[in-house]
């Protein structure tokens, strides 16, 4: 279980149903990536859905995490 720090609500829970985030990186000229900012689309039923910011940090450490342990992949 993830706790976003803005809102402190579980953003990535081990039994969730799949997110959408949106996240708009910059690529410097030394090759490091920055993450400027990230938003989750939150489907709440069929009619309804939002788009909230969550914390950046939340979702660097959890790609961080996805990374090191084998599950992510990139298409």
Do not use: C, H, W
């Amino acid at each position: 279980m993830i706790l976003d720090m803005n809102t402190s609500q579980e953003l990535f829970a081990e039994n969730a149903r799949p997110k959408t985030v949106y996240a708009k990186f910059t690529r410097s000229a030394n090759g490091d990536y920055v993450m400027e900012r990230a938003r989750v689309l939150d489907v709440a039923n069929q009619y309804s859905r939002s788009i909230r910011q969550v914390n950046k940090r939340t979702v660097t450490r959890e790609l961080r995490n996805a990374a090191e342990n084998g599950q992510l992949f990139v298409a």
